[in-house]
């Protein structure tokens, strides 16, 4: 599905941060038939259809690869500023990207990354809830209650409980009365070094499929495929680590390019 403009408080960019994006480049293209274009500030952004799909940074030495999100904001201070009184640690300050935008990451009370941009130029994706594109982000995080009221307070989010779950504890953020991404409470199935999260998924066509090409590209499956409810889903860790999901989405869920 086409995207022409984000509004605020929803995701707008995923990106991927690596030590090794040539690599990185040559395993998403090579599993989802990306092509990849610069786009003049030292990122490479993913087109799918064309159109702007996600994209790819070089990490700073030393950080391990990473999916990342951003949401957008009309005013990247303040939000910035909303989050730290929430309780949350800027990572990165506000930051003028060209003329594409302005741009800041933060980490949740709990620790969970995200980041924040404000849309000059460059409005973010341009693609999503289809094949080979985004179509889910979800937190999974220790502190539910904790994570609703830092949310709620930064981008006025509320959460219902989801159908998605299959009888666990899943939740959806609702904003602008729709949902646009879930949560995940972390169990003791977690080992304790690992902290509060946000995690990325992106549509296919066959998990199957994808699942056998992506172990062929050098990448590891850390579980899946299984059936979710909603699809069969797969979680992926690509050749320098990053953590993402596939999921092929029953029929009645899917929409029209």
Known sequence: ?????????????????????????????????????????????FLSRDLTATGVVRG??????????????EDVAATVESAVTAGGTVLRPVTE????????????????????????????????????????????TRDTAGAADFYGKVFGWTEKKSELGGGHDYREWIVHSRAIGGMLPMDESYPAEIPAHWRTTIEVDD?????????????????????????????FLDPQGATFGVIEVIPELRLAP
């Open 1 to 45: 599905m086409r995207v022409r403009g984000h509004a605020p408080a929803t995701p707008c960019w995923t990106e991927l941060s690596s030590p090794d994006p040539e690599a990185a480049i040559s395993f998403y293209t090579g599993l989802f038939g990306w092509t990849a274009r610069p786009n003049g500030s030292g990122a490479t952004v």
């Open 60 to 73: 700073a030495d030393g950080m391990p690869a990473t999916w990342l999100t951003y949401f957008a904001t």
């Open 97 to 140: 990207v060209g003329d594409l935008g302005r741009a800041a990451l933060v980490a949740d009370a709990e620790g969970a990354v995200f980041g924040l941009w404000q849309r000059g130029t460059f409005v973010g994706t341009q693609v999503v809830n289809e094949a080979n594109a985004v179509c889910w982000i979800e937190l999974s």
């Open 207 to 235: 998990c199957a499929a994808v699942v056998e090409r992506g172990r062929a590209l050098g990448g590891q499956v850390a579980f899946g495929p299984m059936d979710v409810g909603v699809g069969t889903y797969a979680q």
